[in-house]
């Protein structure tokens, strides 16, 4: 099990022979027979030394360290118009991010078994909005979206999308981990207003401390209370510390948010104030709105299939960097560093892709914030069940799902971001070969905003360096090929201009 784990979420429950030894205090020996029985069995939670109030716990966490994409993925995809000058509509995009989120991260929980939430991609739905829908009709760009989910599903069928995961050496997948954490850590101090870029400067630093080179303003003050007091609770071991944190400091923005004098934008996307209506209606009106082959009778079918590369290396390896990070954190990975059931979650995640472009909302992917549920203790897809019932409450109770604001949830990233940052230390420095790919790996993710990027970096360096030393031929096929794709990603401009699209 990973050791970047508080010790507080790892510590196994007492078992028996055939499981739980004991019940709650007080409650003397647990039954075994009955429903809660029968579904710790089916999720293994005993098995992997978890709870009931741990799974429910990581559940709420992931869900309000992830909310967020609720109100993002609207405004992103909302404030582009598409060829046709025509915009989708806001309200219903938060309805479609919420129930493909909903929907997706249940079955995960239920087929894959992992404490691995689902929601619309971030970065992807950014290529959806800024490089597809100006060029064609929205219908067509999220057609495209469904399209490259089908061929993801196609690769894990034909069991390429799991050799190539299983083919990375154990150094770069926990580089892979510690590169998201420096990276999830980074969106935590951006998204909370501590570092921000500098705006319309050259010859400076790209970034600054706060938003005028010192730390200024309410919001900012909620996010370091919460990052010192995430940290204080974490070395007291206390059970539910992310949790806990999140909630009482959206309740202190609530009131310092109420009290004092403050710009709505200093908040950045969510103002933390109570909402007077609770309720709102869901709108679906963009399930269905897709056209799988209309991009082909917009642009030429070269840049149609060079636009699907790009989306489906991008949902490639950002799920394959989150899977190994968030299973490396949970300790579930083998004696050979393999994730358990990982045909099952990687075709559900593909499934994720095409339903997020059936529904409007971009592609759906693994989430690195599920980290943060892991952090809390889960180990299994039942939190899953807590984190997807959260997200179909989000349908009608949008309001409130809205209330927590970055300054709130992000103390919980930086946490995170220190507890897989910790994995560095299995790295072997002392062999180059091994120690400069991790490198580039580690470094690429946070300096760039990429997942990808950063995994593309470090494959490009271990094969070259392989090769350096005359061990080309020891070097797994698919890692060559994914690092010829990667290649090919890096000079997706060149290559588009030499062939002219």
């Not at 510590?11 to 809660?36: D, S």
């Not at 929601?119 to 490259?148: H, T």
């Not at 202190?252 to 933390?272: K, Q, S």
């Not at 917009?298 to 149609?304: D, F, G, Q, R």
């Amino acid at each position: 099990m990973s050791d970047t784990v508080p010790a507080a979420s790892r510590q196994p429950e007492p078992t028996g022979p055939t499981g739980p030894a004991t019940g709650p205090a007080g409650q003397g020996p647990r039954k075994e027979g009955g429903v809660a029985a029968a579904v710790d069995r089916f999720f293994l939670i005993t098995a992997r030394g978890s709870g009931y109030g741990r799974e429910i716990r990581g559940g709420f966490a992931t869900f309000f360290t992830m909310a967020y994409i609720l109100v993002l993925n609207p405004i992103i995809l909302g404030g582009v118009e598409d060829k046709y000058g025509h915009r989708l509509d806001s309200v219903q995009l938060v309805t479609a991010t919420a129930l493909v989120a909903a929907v997706m991260t249940v079955i995960m929980g239920v087929g894959g078994n992992l404490p691995l939430a689902l929601a619309a991609g971030l970065g992807i739905n950014a290529v959806v909005a800024y490089q597809l829908a100006p060029r064609m009709s929205w219908p067509d760009a999220m057609g495209l979206i469904v399209v490259e989910g089908v061929l993801i599903c196609l690769l894990v069928v034909t069991g390429l999308r799991e050799a190539v995961m299983n083919a990375i050496p154990q150094a770069l997948k926990q580089a892979i981990s510690v590169g998201i954490g420096l990276f999830i850590a980074f969106i935590g101090f951006i998204d909370a207003g501590f570092a921000t870029r500098i705006p319309g400067e050259t010859g400076s630093t790209p970034v600054q401390l706060g938003s005028v080179g010192h730390l200024a303003g309410w919001p900012v003050l909620v996010f370091c209370l919460g990052v010192l007091l995430t940290i204080a609770l974490l070395v007291r071991k206390v059970r539910g510390a992310l949790l806990i944190s999140i909630v009482a400091m959206t309740v202190l923005a609530v009131v310092i948010n109420e009290i004092a004098d403050i710009e709505p934008t200093a908040w950045g996307l969510t103002v933390p104030e109570v909402p007077e209506d609770v309720v709102a209606a869901p709108d679906f009106g963009l399930l269905g709105h897709f056209s799988l082959f209309g991009a082909f009778g917009e642009l030429s079918a070269v840049t149609v299939v060079l636009l699907v590369f790009t989306l489906l290396l991008s949902d490639f390896f950002d799920t394959m960097g989150t899977v190994v990070g968030v299973s490396s954190e949970a300790g579930l990975l083998d004696e050979d560093g393999k994730v358990p059931g990982l045909g099952r979650v990687l075709l559900i995640d593909g499934l994720a892709a095409a339903a997020g472009g059936a529904a409007s909302a971009s592609s759906s992917t693994s989430y690195i914030e599920s980290a943060a549920g892991v952090g809390e203790g889960a180990r299994t897809g039942f939190a899953n069940l807590v984190t997807g019932a959260l997200f179909a409450f989000a349908l009608f109770l949008t309001p409130l799902a809205t209330v927590v604001p970055a300054q709130a949830a992000a103390p919980a990233l930086v946490a995170v971001g220190f507890l897989l940052m910790a994995q560095v230390r299995h790295i072997d420095w002392e062999r180059w070969e091994i120690a400069v790919p991790a490198f580039l790996t580690i470094v690429v993710m946070p300096f760039t905003y990429s997942i990808t990027n950063g995994i593309g970096a470090g494959f490009l360096a271990y094969v070259l360096l392989r090769a350096v030393l005359g061990r080309a031929r020891e070097t797994h096929w698919l890692l060559w090929t994914a690092s010829a794709l990667f290649l090919v990603y890096f000079a997706i401009d060149p290559v588009q201009q030499v062939l002219g699209v």
